[in-house]
């Protein structure tokens, strides 16, 4: 039992730590937002000099071979700061499938591109009736010939209105919510066929609508069992919630520590209004939420990679509900604790709170994990 | 970073676990797990076979009888006891008293003190609370003056838990009338046995009585039984609050109750199904498990961090530990009594003296209503989850 970080993690959480204050200030995140993607393009090749994008890949894949922990380091940091690169889009679950799923040709192809900051993925998975069930794909991939040809509709693609590359479920046999008959594919952004409308999200990150129609997939771009990949979409999915919790930390912590700032130097009636005791017990509550949040990401990271699917399911799910709970009470107090400062566009604490708000609505929010955790029994053994 | 155990620590778990589920009888485990309470010699039972195997001061020095554990084994020691049902070794005498003498006190009162302590010859009590000293505990008003070689103790305690048990019990006393609050205050040692001492029982919502009053008469304390330094002994109580909270979010208190309540919602039927196939009391349940989860990881972030800080001192977030581990336990009470459904109204048959009819209740209805009330009192002892709010604002929070 050991909650240390090596003297290589604390390093790489300090060097981003000190890029993020340096590069990422209110008006250099706003001037990000505002460019065409929507992200830095310098930034990114910054995160690839220092290796970050390289981080989960095995090093013969051209990769560092970090573990969950570096990710979650990684995605605190990113979280913290707002980052808008798609780190979690590309590296986390584009990444993922070709590290759990890939062939070594497909690694061979993508990986270094990836490492190297010239290719983008996104992952094509939410359509229009699917909610938060992964197993519920509309959009159909037919064979034809040695290949694939798929058509359907993907609504929110996160990082999806600059990616090179998606990473695309689609049904290959059975009916619309099968567990069987999923397929996974990598769909070149420049195909035929396939129309993107890019827009903005409520948190200001950038994704996009895609329709396929009579897309052309080569059977190489096919990611392991054409009919069998809902274990390694849930698999990379269940990754990419524990990601996403530890980016769901760093914003939750900056939201809190920007919200002391504010009760330590506001003054009304005379006093800081963190000297009223109605204000001191809400800031209390919410970093007991904090503290809590922060045990599970650490849960969620811990057994991210556990081999046992229903382990890391009833382990992902329950981190998610913290997640959920810890961040909605923080955020939402946050926001009432400043007043109407954090009522506007101009301060940092409202962006955190939208995209806070967002996270939940991510890959299950809490009624859709707590329902999950019931029907697994629960988390405590 | 590692939050798994170690393979050391996964054989030291396994030998505790062996321990407890073979060497403390099954019939003091199951008063646990069935809800009822301990009778004295249950606790004694308990605590001395503890005892036997050297293991009933785990936190104490070695010199004085403590195991040497790290911080980790220590943790894993007490979630498996609270697992397995057992009563603790007795709070007053290995958690509360001991370490503060052990801290403070001369040579003379530990030699004297601590060995009969740690087996239990002696049965400690705590006197702090008085009925006008509460969550502003400084405030207290027993006085103990000074007549040559003692002191004269005037005044009241109450919320004594267990105190008609007691033979001795540690109380914070004023000293010096005209010093600041905290400064006039002493921590003395006093024999139950003492002519002057009265014990009143208060009856409390759950029926039980483990709590009194405690009234102090012209009573007599050889000025040798004071604690460290006269007018110290706010420092020596905030050590033993402090102390207090750490083992306070009973971690395997609330997994213990987490497999009663799955049990149970198997056992008893709502409708066609049992009540654990009602999604809303599954997810009541999931959610319930959720918060205890995050407990269990922050109290073992809490304890690998005392590996860094030192033992000994405690860390101002274990007010985390005090807030969340009472509401989980308190929320436990709460779904428990909604398994039952108006099979938690009826009295107990217990508590109905000698009657010899058949229960109106399943047997494991009893104690379910008593403990939901009983519990109450978590959030308020050991420092009311208020207080916790202040301590985390002021130390954790700078505010």
């Given at each position: 039992m050991d909650f240390d970080l090596s003297d290589e993690q604390r390093q790489l959480k300090d060097n981003l730590e000190r890029l993020m204050a340096a590069e990422y200030g209110f008006d250099k995140r706003t001037a990000y937002a505002a460019s065409p993607h929507g992200w830095s393009r310098e930034l990114w090749a910054t995160y690839a000099e220092l290796g970050l994008l390289a981080v989960p890949f095995a090093e013969a894949d051209g990769g560092i071979g970090g573990g969950p922990t570096e990710t979650m380091i990684i995605m605190e940091q990113l979280g913290h700061a707002m980052a808008l690169e798609p780190y979690l889009a590309t590296v986390v679950l584009g990444g993922g499938f070709l590290r759990h799923g890939g062939s070594v040709e497909q690694k061979a192809r993508l990986i270094p591109g990836i490492v190297s900051g010239e290719t983008t993925l996104a992952f094509a998975q939410q359509e229009k009736q699917s909610r938060y069930d992964l197993a519920d794909v509309a959009t159909t991939a037919r064979r034809d010939g040695n290949g694939w040809v798929i058509d359907g509709e993907k609504g929110v693609v996160i990082g999806g209105d600059?990616?090179?590359?998606?990473?695309?479920?689609?049904?290959?046999?059975?009916?619309?919510?099968?567990?069987?008959?999923?397929?996974?594919?990598?769909?070149?952004?420049?195909?035929?066929?396939?129309?993107?409308?890019?827009?903005?999200?409520?948190?200001?990150?950038?994704?996009?609508?895609?329709?396929?129609?009579?897309?052309?997939?080569?059977a190489s771009d096919v990611i392991g069992d054409s009919a069998g990949a809902l274990p390694l979409i849930e698999r990379v999915v269940d990754?990419?919630?524990?990601?996403?919790?530890?980016?769901?930390?760093?914003?939750?912590?900056?939201?809190?520590?920007?919200?002391?700032?504010?009760?330590?130097?506001?003054?009304?009636?005379?006093?800081?209004?963190g000297s009223f005791q109605a204000v001191q017990h809400r800031a209390a509550d919410m970093f007991v939420a904090l503290e809590q949040a922060r045990s599970m990401a650490m849960f969620a990271t811990m057994m991210a990679d556990d081999s046992d699917a229903r382990e890391r399911a009833r382990a992902i799910s329950a981190a998610k509900v913290q997640i959920g709970r810890s961040g909605r009470q923080i955020g939402q107090e946050a926001v009432q604790l400043h007043g109407g400062i954090a009522m506007t566009m101009e301060y940092n604490v409202g962006h955190a709170f939208k995209r806070m708000t967002m996270i939940d609505r991510m890959f299950g929010d809490t009624d859709h994990h707590l329902a999950r955790l019931a029907g697994l029994g629960g988390v405590i053994g | 970073m590692d939050l798994r155990f170690s393979p050391e620590e996964i054989a030291f778990r396994d030998e505790v676990r062996h321990f407890f589920a073979t060497q403390i009888p099954a019939a003091i485990r199951n008063k646990t797990i069935e809800g009822r309470k301990f009778e004295k010699s249950d606790i004694v039972t308990a605590h001395k076979i503890m005892y036997a195997r050297g293991w009933a001061t785990p936190n104490w020095p070695k010199e004085w009888g403590g195991t040497g554990w790290t911080p980790i084994q220590q943790y894993?020691?007490?979630?498996?006891?609270?697992?397995?049902?057992?009563?603790?070794?007795?709070?007053?005498?290995?958690?509360?008293?001991?370490?503060?003498?052990?801290?403070?006190?001369?040579?003379?009162q530990k030699k004297r003190f601590l060995p009969r302590m740690a087996s239990l010859d002696d049965w400690w009590c705590q006197g702090f609370s008085e009925p006008g000293a509460g969550s502003d505990l400084a405030s207290l008003k027993t006085t103990a003056k000074r007549d040559g070689d003692t002191y004269v103790v005037n005044g009241q305690k109450t919320w004594t838990t267990l105190g008609q048990y007691a033979d001795w019990i540690f109380c914070l006393v004023r000293t010096d009338l005209a010093a600041k609050k905290q400064e006039g205050i002493s921590f003395l040692l006093i024999d139950m046995k003492t002519p002057g001492i009265t014990v009143r029982p208060i009856q409390t919502i759950d029926g039980g009585r483990e709590v009194n009053e405690v009234f102090f008469d012209d009573v007599r304390v050889p000025v040798e039984n004071l604690v460290g330094q006269e007018n110290k002994g706010w420092d020596y109580a905030k050590f033993l609050l402090g102390n207090e909270r750490v083992g306070i979010a009973r971690v395997g208190v609330s997994k213990e109750r987490i497999r009663r309540i799955r049990?149970?919602?198997?056992?008893?039927?709502?409708?066609?199904?049992?009540?654990?196939?009602?999604?809303?009391?599954?997810?009541?349940?999931?959610?319930?498990?959720?918060?205890?989860?995050?407990?269990?990881?922050?109290?073992?972030?809490?304890?690998?961090?005392?590996?860094?800080?030192?033992?000994?001192?405690?860390?101002?977030?274990?007010?985390?530990?005090?807030?969340?581990?009472?509401?989980?336990?308190?929320?436990?009470?709460?779904?428990?009594?909604?398994?039952?459904g108006p099979y938690s109204i009826p009295m107990a048959d217990d508590d109905m003296d000698g009657s010899n009819e058949l229960p109106i209740a399943p047997d494991y209805a009893g104690g379910i209503a008593p403990a939901y009330f009983n519990w109450r009192k978590i959030s308020i002892y050991g420092g009311t989850n208020e207080i916790q709010r202040n301590i985390i604002a002021k130390a954790v929070l700078g505010l």
């Amino acid at each position: 039992m050991d909650f240390d970080l090596s003297d290589e993690q604390r390093q790489l959480k300090d060097n981003l730590e000190r890029l993020m204050a340096a590069e990422y200030g209110f008006d250099k995140r706003t001037a990000y937002a505002a460019s065409p993607h929507g992200w830095s393009r310098e930034l990114w090749a910054t995160y690839a000099e220092l290796g970050l994008l390289a981080v989960p890949f095995a090093e013969a894949d051209g990769g560092i071979g970090g573990g969950p922990t570096e990710t979650m380091i990684i995605m605190e940091q990113l979280g913290h700061a707002m980052a808008l690169e798609p780190y979690l889009a590309t590296v986390v679950l584009g990444g993922g499938f070709l590290r759990h799923g890939g062939s070594v040709e497909q690694k061979a192809r993508l990986i270094p591109g990836i490492v190297s900051g010239e290719t983008t993925l996104a992952f094509a998975q939410q359509e229009k009736q699917s909610r938060y069930d992964l197993a519920d794909v509309a959009t159909t991939a037919r064979r034809d010939g040695n290949g694939w040809v798929i058509d359907g509709e993907k609504g929110v693609v996160i990082g999806g209105d600059a990616a090179d590359h998606f990473i695309v479920t689609a049904r290959t046999a059975g009916a619309r919510r099968d567990h069987t008959g999923i397929g996974a594919f990598i769909v070149d952004a420049k195909s035929t066929g396939l129309s993107r409308r890019g827009y903005v999200t409520q948190d200001g990150q950038r994704a996009a609508q895609l329709t396929f129609a009579g897309v052309k997939v080569p059977a190489s771009d096919v990611i392991g069992d054409s009919a069998g990949a809902l274990p390694l979409i849930e698999r990379v999915v269940d990754e990419g919630i524990a990601a996403l919790c530890a980016e769901a930390i760093g914003v939750m912590t900056m939201m809190h520590a920007t919200t002391l700032d504010y009760l330590k130097t506001r003054k009304q009636f005379g006093l800081t209004i963190g000297s009223f005791q109605a204000v001191q017990h809400r800031a209390a509550d919410m970093f007991v939420a904090l503290e809590q949040a922060r045990s599970m990401a650490m849960f969620a990271t811990m057994m991210a990679d556990d081999s046992d699917a229903r382990e890391r399911a009833r382990a992902i799910s329950a981190a998610k509900v913290q997640i959920g709970r810890s961040g909605r009470q923080i955020g939402q107090e946050a926001v009432q604790l400043h007043g109407g400062i954090a009522m506007t566009m101009e301060y940092n604490v409202g962006h955190a709170f939208k995209r806070m708000t967002m996270i939940d609505r991510m890959f299950g929010d809490t009624d859709h994990h707590l329902a999950r955790l019931a029907g697994l029994g629960g988390v405590i053994g | 970073m590692d939050l798994r155990f170690s393979p050391e620590e996964i054989a030291f778990r396994d030998e505790v676990r062996h321990f407890f589920a073979t060497q403390i009888p099954a019939a003091i485990r199951n008063k646990t797990i069935e809800g009822r309470k301990f009778e004295k010699s249950d606790i004694v039972t308990a605590h001395k076979i503890m005892y036997a195997r050297g293991w009933a001061t785990p936190n104490w020095p070695k010199e004085w009888g403590g195991t040497g554990w790290t911080p980790i084994q220590q943790y894993i020691f007490m979630e498996e006891l609270q697992q397995s049902g057992s009563p603790q070794p007795l709070q007053f005498n290995v958690q509360m008293c001991g370490p503060v003498l052990i801290q403070f006190a001369s040579e003379a009162q530990k030699k004297r003190f601590l060995p009969r302590m740690a087996s239990l010859d002696d049965w400690w009590c705590q006197g702090f609370s008085e009925p006008g000293a509460g969550s502003d505990l400084a405030s207290l008003k027993t006085t103990a003056k000074r007549d040559g070689d003692t002191y004269v103790v005037n005044g009241q305690k109450t919320w004594t838990t267990l105190g008609q048990y007691a033979d001795w019990i540690f109380c914070l006393v004023r000293t010096d009338l005209a010093a600041k609050k905290q400064e006039g205050i002493s921590f003395l040692l006093i024999d139950m046995k003492t002519p002057g001492i009265t014990v009143r029982p208060i009856q409390t919502i759950d029926g039980g009585r483990e709590v009194n009053e405690v009234f102090f008469d012209d009573v007599r304390v050889p000025v040798e039984n004071l604690v460290g330094q006269e007018n110290k002994g706010w420092d020596y109580a905030k050590f033993l609050l402090g102390n207090e909270r750490v083992g306070i979010a009973r971690v395997g208190v609330s997994k213990e109750r987490i497999r009663r309540i799955r049990q149970l919602a198997a056992l008893e039927r709502d409708g066609d199904r049992p009540i654990i196939e009602n999604p809303r009391f599954a997810e009541k349940l999931a959610a319930v498990e959720v918060e205890l989860k995050a407990l269990e990881m922050t109290q073992l972030r809490v304890v690998a961090a005392e590996r860094n800080r030192g033992t000994g001192k405690p860390d101002p977030a274990s007010s985390v530990l005090k807030i969340k581990g009472s509401e989980i336990q308190q929320a436990t009470t709460e779904l428990l009594m909604d398994i039952m459904g108006p099979y938690s109204i009826p009295m107990a048959d217990d508590d109905m003296d000698g009657s010899n009819e058949l229960p109106i209740a399943p047997d494991y209805a009893g104690g379910i209503a008593p403990a939901y009330f009983n519990w109450r009192k978590i959030s308020i002892y050991g420092g009311t989850n208020e207080i916790q709010r202040n301590i985390i604002a002021k130390a954790v929070l700078g505010l």
